[in-house]
């Protein structure tokens, strides 16, 4: 790149990459060094400056609200600093937040995003770089060099700037920067408003004071002087424990909630677990007080597990410590939390980690909202959390920076929360409730009314669901049936391998929940990030991934497939019968998985059980190969479904589970939609209905571009069926499909500003 472009000199002379890597080796020096955060920060901004020989050199931090405050500057006016705020989105510097991209332009007050500010006095500056500051996939701010003079910036500047911003990343997440005009109104750096940016595990919003859930309790006596008391207390404590877990069990019940049921019927298998239970009563015989013997049994369980690093054992080892910390308020004689008669009416949960009955063990009409240090979404207490629709964020260091009784707001849907949230947040957030609300309204107005696009294509809506309790939403939200039943999920949260038995009951009973609305049984789609304690899939594999899962570990123990075949062909007897196979990659794997079906309808037979009235065989669309062989599918199956999340990682062979490239690639692509509409096509001329049950047809944009390409089934989780609904009224396909056509062969990265804007200009409701 350098070289001279008409009159305008490439980049700064002799800043080729050793002067780079002179650059960082200083910086590291910076960051090694003593200094608050802001004096490094400053150090660094100075280092840039000079090294790159630029005339300004500035760092803005993305504070609360989604604000960009110069932080830092060297060249600008200083009085600017800490006073200059951007909105993301507004000028080149919230651009370059906005679309998370570096920027380097020779004439930046030609670029359309151009904004004076007037304060900092940057009138006489024409050339412009900068990069985004992220971290966890995250903006956290935009680091940004400027030049008097008109200049093309070299690759090598643009590529140090990034790995210089990759340094300051960790400055802005060790929480070290803060404006020290607001220290000086507050007093106190720990009380100042502040964004914990996360990870959402339940989405929703919530408002409320935050509640410390610190389960601990300091044992005092460790050491007992009569093993026969000590063993006749920790009888009564576990008496109490396992009548308090019998009364939330049946609070459950009582409300219910199967899923929390079954977590809560594991707990009570662990509380009864005679190894457990002998191992404390060993160790009070050894001379420890019952409270030392459990905490003893505990530490050595934690250590002798500390190494594994499978999830779902992970997840049990937490279960283990809530049980022990129940039992040891128990010994206390102490009421949890929980039950104090103090708590506030709007309860925020912050804890480092918690059990699902510790969740349910506060007033359920209180509770608001959870913010966790540690958690997965496959974790008992989101799941318990999301049946009962309270909002779920992890937040890393969030015992630390939040205070008991801190107003905290918990937005789930974008993986946040605002502690002590200014005035303008609060007014958001109230404004944010309200359009929910408002929202909400609408769509139930809507429920009733058929789901046909303004100029009359019906469009038929279905439900993804993986839990008993999503069951309700089928009658609530007036989907059509459900077109996604991932079989997978209620195996994840037990602890054994259920049988033939447990699995016809279970799917008997989802289907007469249903209605005779139809249903789709995905079959297990366990391995990659879904993995099961009691089969060994992808441990140590290298891309779990692209490794031994679904059909894979189904056709490779073809016991495990044929059980589930079974129970489903059990459970719908006398009524329809949907199966689809989960990573199909070639037609010769489905032929396998469907013999597998015909042995086990034959078995039925020949033992005169009742056969299903129809049964219907169907594949995802996930792994590319397979359109590749769509003659000699087609004739084979009764139906496809598009899980186009797994299709998109795969089309693009970016990770869905990183947050470095999951949304590196857009599903709204020239790639995407021209595949799609290939494959519609094919389904269409072989007669065989096509569906897509990845996240995006719940997306009302991506659910419109959809229907553009043609089609006609759309499966989604069930908050999106009101906001898609509300699209498909409002669209006329025959004018969408016109526009998109000249689409299909762009160039773009993505077509979503493309279709955002005709959604726009046709006043469809997005
Ligand atoms: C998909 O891959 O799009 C899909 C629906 O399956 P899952 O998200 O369960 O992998
Ligand atoms: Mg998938």
Not at 228 to 255: G, K, P, Q, V
Not at 311 to 324: F, H, K, M
Not at 389 to 395: K, L
């Amino acid at each position: 790149m350098n070289g001279v472009v008409g009159d305008i000199p490439a980049g700064s002379p002799g800043f080729d990459g050793a002067a780079s890597r002179r650059l960082l080796a200083r910086l590291r020096d910076v960051m090694a060094g003593s200094g608050s955060g802001q004096e490094r920060l400053d150090k660094i901004v100075t280092l840039i400056g000079m090294e790159m020989g630029a005339d300004v050199c500035s760092c803005y931090v993305m504070r609360a609200g989604e604000v960009l405050e110069l932080f830092s500057t060297l060249g600008l006016n200083q009085d600017a600093v800490h006073n200059t705020r951007l909105r993301v989105g507004e000028g080149i510097v919230g651009d370059i937040a906005g679309h998370a991209r570096p920027i380097a332009l020779d004439n930046a007050p030609s670029h359309p995003s151009f904004a004076y500010r007037p304060e900092t006095g940057e009138d006489p500056f024409l050339s412009l770089a900068g990069v985004p500051i992220l971290r966890g996939g995250k903006v956290r701010g935009v680091l940004v060099i400027q030049h008097k003079d008109r200049r093309r910036y070299t690759e090598v500047e643009v590529e140090t700037l990034q790995t210089i911003a990759m340094v300051v990343a960790e400055l802005v997440a060790q929480g070290e920067l803060v404006n020290p005009q607001e220290v000086a109104s507050t007093g106190d750096p720990a009380l100042l408003p502040a964004r914990l940016s996360g990870t959402s595990l339940a989405s929703g919003l919530a408002m409320g004071l935050a509640v410390i859930h610190r389960p601990q309790l300091t044992i005092r006596q460790m050491v007992s002087e009569d093993a026969e008391s000590e063993l006749a207390r920790l009888n009564a404590a576990i008496a109490t424990m396992h009548s308090a877990i019998d009364d939330l069990l049946n609070a459950a019940a009582l409300a219910g909630l199967s899923e929390p049921k079954d977590i809560l019927e594991t707990y009570r298998m662990f509380a009864e677990d005679r190894g457990w239970l002998s191992r404390i009563r060993e160790a009070i015989r050894m001379g420890l007080t019952a409270e030392g013997a459990v905490q003893q049994v505990q530490n050595d369980t934690r250590a002798r597990m500390s190494h594994l690093t499978d999830p779902y054992i992970r997840e049990r080892l937490l279960d283990l410590e809530d049980l022990t910390n129940r039992l040891l308020q128990h010994l206390a004689g102490r009421k949890s939390e929980a039950d104090g008669g103090t708590l506030p009416e709007d309860i925020v949960l912050v804890a480092r980690s918690m059990g699902p009955a510790e969740l349910l063990d506060y007033d359920q009409r209180r509770l608001r909202g959870v913010i966790l240090e540690e958690g997965s979404p496959s974790s008992h207490v989101c799941i318990v959390a999301r049946a009962l629709n309270i909002p779920v964020v992890q937040a890393p260091d969030a015992l630390n920076r939040i205070e008991p009784l801190d107003p905290v707001i918990v937005d789930g849907d974008h993986g946040q929360a605002f502690v002590r949230p200014a005035e303008d947040i609060q007014m958001a957030f109230a404004e944010a409730v309200a359009l929910r609300a408002r929202k909400e309204q609408m769509y139930e107005a809507i429920r009733a009314q058929p789901s046909v696009t303004r100029d009359g294509v019906p469009i038929s809506i279905q439900l993804n669901c993986g839990l008993l309790i999503d069951l309700p939403h089928l009658k609530a939200s007036g989907a059509e049936g459900i077109g996604l039943y991932r079989t997978e999920i209620p195996f994840m949260v037990r602890s054994t391998y259920p049988d033939v038995h447990a699995q016809t009951d279970l799917y008997s009973r989802i289907l007469d929940q249903t209605d005779d609305k139809p249903v789709v049984f995905r079959t297990l789609d366990v391995g990659g990030d879904k993995m099961l304690p009691y089969i060994a899939a992808s441990e140590g594999e290298e891309n779990p991934a692209l490794g031994w899962r679904a059909i894979r570990i189904g056709l490779d123990h073809p016991s495990l497939l044929r059980q589930q075949l079974r129970a489903l062909l059990r459970a719908s007897a006398g009524r329809p019968l949907s199966v689809m196979f989960p990573m199909i990659a070639e037609v010769a794997e489905f032929d396998a998985a469907r013999r597998l079906l015909d042995l086990e309808i034959a078995r039925l037979e020949g033992q005169g059980g009742e056969p299903p009235s129809r049964v219907r065989v169907g594949t995802m669309i996930e792994v590319p190969a397979l359109l590749w062989q769509l003659p000699a599918l087609l004739p084979r199956v009764d139906f496809l479904s598009v899980g186009s999340n797994d299709l998109t990682q795969y089309i693009f062979a970016s990770d869905r589970g990183n947050p470095r490239t999951s949304g590196r690639y857009d599903p709204l692509s020239p790639a995407m939609m021209s595949l799609l509409r290939r494959l519609v096509e094919a389904c269409g001329d072989a007669n065989v209905p096509v569906s897509i049950c990845g996240e995006m047809a719940g997306r009302p944009l991506d659910a419109m571009a959809l229907i553009g390409i043609g089609f006609r089934t759309l499966s989604m989780s069930p908050p999106s069926v009101g906001p898609v609904k509300t699209m498909l009224r409002s669209l006329d396909v025959a004018a969408l499909r016109q526009y998109m056509n000249g689409l299909y062969l762009r160039g773009d990265h993505s077509l979503r500003d493309k279709l955002r804007s005709f959604a726009k200009d046709h006043g469809v409701l997005i």
